[in-house]
């Protein structure tokens, strides 16, 4: 049996494990705060989906958008991650990127 995990990975190569579960991206009270003046309060959320292993991202109609490999996505749409895409929350320079590592063991 193998289980994938999903990472975010920052421009600097840092790498956070993205939770199996619904994340809020943002200014305050998210789970992943950016403190950014492009990223609203509540910009974007991150949800994963159990029956398929990927990540989800939508934009809750942010001013400055949330982009996927540089490409504005649509408001309250849930867009599919793949590995190696690109997000960026607002305009500035932080760019995330997706990855993943593929554990393997014995029941």
Same mark, same amino acid.
């Given at each position: 049996? %193998?289980?994938?995990?999903?990472?975010?990975?920052?421009? &600097? &190569?840092?790498?956070?494990?993205?939770?199996?579960?619904?994340?809020?991206?943002?200014?305050?009270?998210?789970?992943?705060?950016? @403190?950014?003046? %492009?990223?609203?309060? @509540?910009?974007?959320?991150?949800?994963?989906?159990? %029956?398929?292993?990927?990540?989800?991202?939508?934009?809750?109609?942010?001013?400055?958008?949330?982009?996927?490999?540089?490409?504005?996505?649509?408001? @309250?749409?849930?867009?599919?991650?793949?590995?190696?895409?690109?997000?960026?929350? &607002?305009?500035?320079?932080?760019?995330?990127?997706?990855? %993943?590592?593929?554990?393997?063991?014995?029941?």
């Amino acid at each position: 049996m %193998s289980l994938t995990s999903w990472f975010l990975v920052s421009s &600097g &190569g840092t790498r956070h494990r993205l939770p199996r579960e619904m994340i809020f991206v943002g200014r305050d009270d998210c789970e992943l705060m950016l @403190q950014s003046r %492009s990223v609203d309060k @509540q910009h974007a959320v991150l949800n994963y989906d159990a %029956s398929t292993d990927v990540h989800l991202v939508k934009d809750l109609g942010s001013l400055n958008g949330t982009f996927v490999n540089d490409v504005r996505i649509p408001e @309250q749409t849930y867009i599919t991650l793949k590995l190696e895409d690109k997000l960026r929350f &607002g305009y500035d320079i932080l760019v995330i990127k997706m990855d %993943s590592i593929r554990t393997r063991f014995s029941c």
